[in-house]
């Protein structure tokens, strides 16, 4: 069975830093692409990263790009996003999601929320 | 502000069938698959369409999908109450290389 787990959320000061996590598990984690999506409270599903399957290639949505690290460890089967310089703006639960062209996000973890406030 | 865009709201009666469009630009939609998703409340989405209108084991012959151009469309037949939920669409889009999604439509039955 297909699981991804996230985890490293919480209450972060502007400006301040935080790691996500997501342990996949139930399929071999190296030979897919991995997104990580987020939902602002109240609102829509916003695609946020993306990573190829060995780590060689990544991308980022505009609104992140500069302040945010998508890194995974095939070793450890687990996916990444270093997110600095943390804004209000960033507050959402992020979802980590197995993705393929195919199959677009076909499994997705049950999120992580973080939110940014002093 | 989505990059593919949907109507916000859409409802039916139990038993009609109902459509939620969206739509996209040339490079997205228009050049790359559709996916659907499904979010029912307070749990993650799940994979309802991939590939324009394939469906994965598992999810119902009532929901299908269609694509024409830089649109695509997704139906829901013999509507029921436990299909009350936010559905979005998503594209890759070529030029983020990445997947952008619609802004969702929530589906009320009435």
């Known amino acids: 069975e297909v699981q991804l787990v996230e985890s490293g959320g919480g209450l972060v000061q502007p400006g301040g830093s935080l790691r996500l996590s997501c342990a996949a598990s139930g399929f071999t984690f190296s030979s897919y692409w991995m997104h990580w999506v987020r939902q602002a409270p109240g609102k829509g599903l916003v695609w946020v990263s993306r990573i190829n399957s060995d780590g060689s290639s990544t991308s980022y949505a505009d609104s992140v790009k500069g302040r945010f690290t998508i890194s995974r460890d095939n070793a450890k089967n687990t996916l990444y996003l270093q997110m600095n310089s943390l804004r209000a703006e960033d507050t959402a639960v992020y979802y980590c999601?197995?993705?393929?062209?195919?199959?677009?996000?076909?499994?997705w973890g049950q999120g992580t929320l973080v939110t940014v406030s002093s | 502000q989505s990059v593919l865009t949907q109507p916000p709201s859409a409802s039916g009666t139990p038993g009609q069938r109902v459509t939620i469009s969206c739509s996209g630009s040339?490079?997205?939609?228009?050049?790359?698959?559709v996916y659907w998703y499904q979010q029912l409340p307070g749990t993650a989405p799940k994979l309802l369409i991939y590939r324009n209108n394939q469906r994965p084991s598992g999810v119902p012959d009532r929901f299908s999908g269609s694509k024409s151009g830089t649109s695509a469309s997704l139906a829901i037949s013999g509507l029921r109450s436990e299909d009350e939920a936010d559905y979005y669409c998503?594209?890759?889009?070529?030029?983020?290389?990445?997947?952008?999604f619609g802004g969702g439509t929530k589906l009320t039955v009435l």
């Open positions: 040339s490079s997205n939609i228009g050049s790359n698959y």
């Open positions: 998503a594209a890759w889009d070529d030029s983020l290389s990445g997947e952008v």
């Open positions: 999601a197995r993705a393929s062209y195919s199959y677009g996000s076909d499994y």
